[in-house]
């Protein structure tokens, strides 16, 4: 099994239809599930109507979320999406599509999802609770930046269970101290469509069905379509 730690969004789905689960974390979890692996999210929603859609969600793309919070203090993100462009679900008036009755302002990188507000983000806590009641896994990816001490938990996990460890870092972010046995990866600036996601998705999956690393990560690379290059 493969554990996921990182926050989701939701896409709100057209009159009728169902809404969809979108970020980082979930382009992994998706690349590792259509390859064959059991997959658990580890991450916070708000105690809203769109956090039980996100939930719902979830469960319709096969990602495992018994180890996701719910976090009152703090609403779920929502996005719109408009065609191939993911925009902003912006309230009207005093409605807010979180449930919470505040107008919120949309922050975000252009050309990237732009969500009302921060998602809502693991502490080092949870993330040992959630660990723990999930004993069976042989891959953890943490796929956002995580605080100090939640990467240290993540990390003593692994080494305790025998776990392999992967880590994204975000673009231009903050080098964080990196365990030494993790496999680290940088992600690109930008991933309308999820490719480089599903790629770490699929490497996790053959790490988790023992295949070694440098092949794992071939087998990755080349289902995504790409091609090593020689100088």
């Not at 180890?67 to 779920?76: E, F, K, W």
């Not at 953890?140 to 460890?165: K, Q």
Request: charged share 20%.
């Amino acid at each position: 099994m493969i554990v996921v730690i990182g926050s989701a969004s939701i896409v709100p789905g057209d009159a009728g239809g169902r809404s969809a689960a979108v970020g980082r974390a979930i382009d992994v979890a998706r690349g590792a599930t259509d390859a064959g692996s059991a997959v658990q999210l580890v991450g916070k929603v708000g105690d809203d109507l769109a956090g039980d859609a996100l939930l719902l969600a979830l469960a319709d793309a096969g990602i495992g979320h018994v180890a996701v919070l719910r976090d009152p203090s703090r609403a779920t993100p929502v996005v719109a999406s408009t065609g191939s462009e993911i925009e902003p679900l912006v309230p009207d008036d005093d409605e807010d599509v979180t449930g919470e009755g505040v107008e919120r302002e949309p922050v975000g990188a252009p050309g990237q999802a732009t969500l009302l507000e921060p998602a809502p983000t693991i502490d080092a806590g949870d993330l040992d609770l959630a660990l723990r009641y999930l004993p069976d896994h042989r891959v953890v990816v943490v796929a956002e930046a995580l605080e100090p001490g939640a990467l240290l938990v993540a990390s003593a996990d692994c080494s305790y269970v025998g776990a392999e460890l992967v880590i994204i870092l975000d673009p231009n972010g903050r080098l964080p101290e990196l365990p030494l046995e993790a496999t680290v990866f940088e992600a690109p600036a930008d991933d309308p469509d999820g490719v480089f996601g599903r790629t770490m998705g699929r490497f996790a999956a053959a790490l988790d069905q023992g295949i070694s690393g440098p092949v794992a990560l071939a087998q990755a690379t080349a289902g995504a379509g790409w091609q090593p290059t020689t100088a």
